[in-house]
């Protein structure tokens, strides 16, 4: 009598195969749900038709200057214009870096408080910064007692801000440049300042 055929057990339920399926799946899912969010952006930001972020500096002043073996030390005072024109779109600043600069070297830097900028609204910016005992170097020195002896200093300041558009529900992440060049910063305040538009750029 021949013996007994071995008897093979049944594969348990699932296994390896039913396993990939299911993580295929979930990754198929999560795909798709992100694209259909991204269309979704691209369609609300399309009807939307956000218009362009204006800035200008309505004021600049420069006090407590002293200058001395071209080490600076110096108060800078800015109002800022922040106008955001969209009836659709508000904004979020979570990081505003702000630099002064004379013939491209630094003078000063520092940062505003993150604030929110409704719909429509018109925000103005109160800027302080100093320079203190900032080492100034080659001709800059000497352009600047120059700029000093003729009562104004042409300064340039760059903003840096990271900022989410709020549309809706959504909130998109972007990245903030303003450039304010030639500013004719008066050393004392009984002289004006003029008004002067700002390049913007949002990556």
């Not at 992100?34 to 972020?53: M, N």
């Not at 002293?66 to 108060?75: E, G, R, S, Y």
């Not at 505003?96 to 630094?106: C, M, P, R």
Request: with cysteine; proline share 7%; glycine share 4%.
């Amino acid at each position: 009598m021949p013996p007994p055929a071995p008897q093979h057990p049944y594969p348990p339920p699932g296994g390896p195969r039913q396993h990939s399926r299911l993580l295929r799946f979930i990754a198929l899912a999560a795909l798709a749900s992100i694209i259909l969010a991204v269309l979704a952006i691209i369609i609300i930001w399309a009807s939307v038709q956000p218009r362009k972020l204006k800035y200008s500096m309505e004021h600049a002043s420069i006090s407590g200057y002293n200058l001395t073996n071209d080490v600076l030390n110096a108060n800078f005072h800015f109002v800022l214009r922040a106008n955001n024109p969209n009836k659709r779109v508000s904004l979020y600043y979570d990081r505003i870096d702000v630099s002064v600069l004379y013939e491209d070297q630094i003078l000063s830097v520092g940062n505003l408080a993150p604030f929110y900028q409704p719909r429509r609204n018109v925000t103005h910016l109160d800027i302080h910064l100093a320079a203190k005992n900032q080492k100034i170097y080659g001709a800059v020195a000497r352009d600047l007692r120059v700029d000093r002896a003729s009562g104004d200093a042409d300064l340039d300041v760059k903003i840096r801000a990271k900022i989410r558009l709020k549309i809706g529900v959504f909130k998109i992440h972007r990245k903030l440049k303003v450039l304010c060049e030639s500013l004719r910063a008066p050393f004392s305040s009984s002289r004006g300042f003029q008004r002067v538009p700002c390049d913007v750029d949002v990556d």
